[in-house]
């Protein structure tokens, strides 16, 4: 069983960085696919970024995209998301998941990951 724990969430000004890490333990996730989501107050769960298992493919929502950065490192069973650019918008409790998909596939739905992290809160000040 996967457990996950996110990590490097803070407080941040506006057009700065944060890079948040997620740690998986229990068993390995070299064949799963895993993401990133983020829930604002009032606001449901969206998808942030996702990345195939194998790493190879990722994708980013629109709001995101050319500001934060997906990757992972499945020796060391972690993942990351580097934020730049910040904005007062992306402030959300950002969360890390994880399904078994050994395909060169990005999950965006919720829905389908099976296994969450705690969150970490990133607040961006204007």
């Known amino acids: 069983q996967v457990q996950l724990v996110e990590s490097g969430g803070g407080l941040v000004q506006a057009g700065g960085s944060l890079r948040l890490s997620c740690t998986a333990s229990?068993?390995?996730?070299?064949?799963?696919?895993m993401g990133w989501f983020r829930q604002a107050p009032g606001k449901e769960r969206e998808f942030v970024a996702g990345?195939?298992?194998?790493?190879?493919?990722?994708d980013y929502a629109d709001s995101v995209k050319g500001r934060f950065t997906i990757s992972r490192d499945n020796a060391k069973n972690t993942m990351s998301l580097q934020m730049s650019s910040l904005k007062p918008e992306d402030t959300a409790v950002y969360y890390c998941?994880?399904?078994?998909?050994?395909?060169?596939?990005?999950?965006?739905?919720?829905?389908?990951?099976?296994?969450w992290g705690q969150g970490t809160q990133v607040t961006v000040s204007s």
């Open positions: 990345i195939s298992s194998a790493g190879g493919v990722t």
């Open positions: 229990g068993r390995t996730v070299r064949n799963y696919a």
């Open positions: 998941a994880a399904v078994m998909y050994w395909t060169m596939t990005v999950v965006t739905t919720s829905a389908t990951y099976d296994v």
